[in-house]
């Protein structure tokens, strides 16, 4: 459960007083103005013309999607004339990034600046108070109360050595104040965590010392912010639980997730994606068996079994847990023995003989709860019989391709590889988002430095169902041509299976003389872990022997901390993958130099993309231009872009892929450039031509 009520009746909110976002943006953001008065900020006119239609959609809550290049300003353009609306207006503005980095510079950097630049002028003064919070998902939090009840029921509940992990974070819950999950290390055992925190019925105003609990305080907070800082995954998940809808919201009202609320969606460009992934089904052999021995754990004999189900409820688990185990064996072992992903096109690819046993619990759990008086144990009851019909439901979803809207896949994962998770995704992410976000006759803004394709974000609109959204675009006011040089390997063999070994030796080559040639950091971009990892056996040994730190994803720090090595070190070499092309920001001589090792196309084998592609091809459509070739000028755009961070940064943009030269598609990706001029490397010229910044 992700749910964000409780038991407030919101209701309809009073009749607002007039915004002043237009009228104070223009007063902001112009030349002269208080933000270059007051602050001392330098003048951006593109970052003036996109505060004032930022401004504009708020007060007439209309959508608009803006391009906004790096070292525009953005967040100002955004933050200022939103904190503004949202105070005159009494209402919430909700401002969703991809990553975790981002967030963290909103919370920890922009919004304090916006708080000064509101005390600089007393027409400014009533919005400095103003107050934000950080959303997250429900299971992060320690209810004190569910901790309570489980240290009492412990000899039901715990094992020995569980026991010890709950006294551990009681200990920690009389020290920590958040109560977050990641504030504790090490982290909490999953199996313990699911008793103690707050993602469940137990955890509610009826039950909690709202003084006490962490999750309810957070939710006082919330209720009293008028900027709510949240991720796109969470934002996705909430929406497709029910949005605002599920908060109190009439089905007239607007708002997406809170009554008369107002959205930002930065890092805009990754919307169609995480959509996809999070308004989908996702069920995995190690969720069911969670779920299952919550209820009754056959190791520890505990569980909420124990106490209400006596044995038949503890056998009804037992039986559950056997089938589950067969069922997800018999999907490993005939569906992803060769291969770690596979897509279904038939139904019925195996027995549903989980749906007997889940059938027979949640019948129980029922009977067990009727005989019970309103209270928490009731509620918790009905909650755990609530959720073994969702994972029935998922099954029979799942083992029926329920909706012909849905692709749906089987895949492996974990260490071990030994994880069966059952997923689905719907084909054409545009209807849903059209009803659930763009149709909640609220504001919503999409800004990112990367929304065109081909110079229009008419297809992108296209793609994420905002058909009818305003659409504007301002560039980059860094000077590229003075800061920053790219080249192009040519003598690099395009990719084939036949000249695979080959590719990887000259990429291997131009990458240790690319790296070796600049004094400060470099940042590798590869497609593909196979590759990665080959460039990486031969080069990482070079690198340790020159005392060049050496960075790579897959490595024991996330992708958070080698962006903090990188940062620190100031002359790392970083390899990373997909996740790198975008989000990580270096500024300075720690990040000299970006080499892409291929042009980044998605492999047209995961189901998603070859049912989309499937869904291009029987419109009359052709999936290249309309699918593969626009995802991968954005994902390029944003590995460019990765370089450039401020207006004093330089250095290079290395291409290894002859396909910029060779291909017709190839100029698209070379318009794709700040600096349009480039120079042509061979391992003949190149020692006289690769001349890095002095």
Known sequence: MIGLRDDTDFGLPPAPPPSQAVALSAQLFAEGGWLEDGLKLEHRPQQDQMARAVAAAYEADDALLFEAGTGVGKSLAYLLPG??????????????????????????????????????????????????????????????????????????????????????????????????RHDLRPPPRAEVWDAVNADSSSCSRKHCDCDKCFYQRARARMRTAQVIIVNHALLFA?????GAQANGASREA????????????????????????????????????????????????????RKHGGAEGQQLVLDALEASQQFFDFIAMKLLTPRAIVRMREPDAAEPMLDGPLGALHRLLGKISDRLEEGRERDELLEQRQRIKGIQAGLTEWLTLGDKGHVYWAERSGRRQTIVTLRSAPIDVAPALRQHLFGCGTSV??????LAMGGEITPFAARIGADHASRAAVKSPFDYARNMRVFVATD?????????????????????????????????????????????????????????????????????????????????????????????????????????????????THPITEAKCEYIRDQGGNPFNELTLP???????????????????????????????????????????????????????????FLPFA
Request: glycine residues 6%.
């Open 238 to 242: 909430l929406i497709n639980a029910g």
């Open 83 to 180: 904190i503004i609306h949202a105070v005159d207006q009494q209402r919430q503005l909700i401002v969703s990034t991809h990553t975790i980095s981002l967030q963290e510079q909103l919370e920890t950097k922009d919004l304090p600046l916006c708080r000064r630049v509101f005390a600089t002028q007393p027409a400014l003064a009533p919005y400095a108070t103003f107050k934000s919070a950080v959303l997250v998902g429900k299971s992060n939090y320690l209810c004190t109360t569910r901790l309570a009840h489980a240290l009492a029921d412990r000899a039901s509940l715990f094992a020995d050595a569980d026991y010890d992990e709950l006294q551990r974070i009681a200990a920690w819950a009389g020290t920590t104040e958040t109560g977050l």
């Open 445 to 450: 803004i999409c800004t990112s430095a990367t």
């Open 631 to 689: 995802d991968a000028l954005i994902k390029f755009r944003q590995g460019i872009g990765r370089l450039i961070r401020t207006s004093t940064d330089r250095g290079l943009i290395t291409l290894l892929d002859s396909r910029v030269l060779a291909k017709a598609y190839g100029r698209l990706f070379l318009d794709c450039l700040p600096n349009a001029e480039f120079t042509r490397l061979t391992k003949v010229n190149r020692e006289s031509t």
């Open 254 to 305: 607007r708002g997406v997730l809170f009554p008369d609320d107002f959205l930002v969606l930065d890092e805009a460009h990754t919307v169609p994606e995480v959509a996809t992934n999070n308004f989908g089904l996702s069920l995995s052999s190690y969720g069911v068996d969670r779920a299952l021995k919550y209820l009754f754990n056959p190791r520890t004999k505990r569980g909420l079994m």
């Open 492 to 604: 690099v063999p395009l990719p084939s299976p036949r000249e695979a070994r080959l590719a990887i030796e000259v990429l291997t080559d131009y990458v240790r003389f690319c790296t070796e040639a600049v004094a400060g950091g470099s940042l590798v971009l590869f497609t593909s872990y196979t590759d990665m990892r080959a460039v990486a056996t031969t080069l990482e040994p070079a690198y340790r022997k020159q005392g060049r730190p050496f960075l790579m994803q897959g490595m024991e720090l996330s992708r958070t901390e080698l962006a903090n090595r990188m940062r620190e070190t100031g002359n790392a070499v970083l390899f990373g993958t997909d996740s790198f092309w975008t989000g990580v920001d270096v500024p300075g001589e720690a990040l000299a130099q970006v080499i892409i090792t291929r042009l980044p196309f998605d492999p047209p």
